[in-house]
């Protein structure tokens, strides 16, 4: 069991040592890029990493307040879903009706990895293994898909 100290400090360590290892990856524009708080242009619009002792997850997260709004944005991403899996290389799950962990409606697009855990170093090669190509993938999908949203803006 760890402690919150611990567990604060593992998280941070591994998302600073993911985050040094993607730094000289450039975007799919040719950009530097901060992989780890990926900035979509949109509002409302999220790539998701997320990893915690049991399983890891990455996510195009939809979190707009207005069930209608955020409708609207996954309709479009059902349009682009031909597109999204072949970038990807596989097929993601579809989920749009979500919570998120403070009770928060959202649609989420999204793979999961498990078992693995977070806190055990040992993992960090699966979990990089595992985050790497899929946002590199997302990237490259939205440096074509993002001109499809904005009339959505």
């Known amino acids: 069991m760890y402690s ?10 591994f998302w600073t040592t993911f985050g040094q ?28 990493m997320q990893a915690d002792k049991v399983r890891a997850s990455i996510a195009i997260e939809l979190t707009h307040p207005d069930a209608g709004i955020r409708e609207l944005f996954w ?16 097929e993601w799950t579809w989920d749009a009706q979500a919570t998120d962990a403070n009770g928060e409606e959202l649609s989420r697009i999204y793979t999961d990895l498990a078992p693995v855990n977070l806190f055990s170093r040992d993992d960090w090669p699966r979990l990089i293994s595992f985050f790497k190509p899929r946002i590199v993938a997302l990237d490259a999908f939205w440096a074509d898909a993002q001109w499809s949203f904005e009339a959505l803006k």
């Open 21 to 48: 290892y993607m730094a000289p990856v450039p975007s799919a524009e040719g950009d530097t890029t901060n992989w780890i708080n990926y900035k979509t242009g949109l509002k409302n619009v999220y790539f998701r």
């Open 4 to 13: 919150k100290a611990e567990i604060t400090q593992l998280r941070q360590a």
């Open 75 to 90: 309709e479009q991403f059902l349009e682009l879903r031909t597109l999204l899996h072949e970038t990807l290389g596989e």
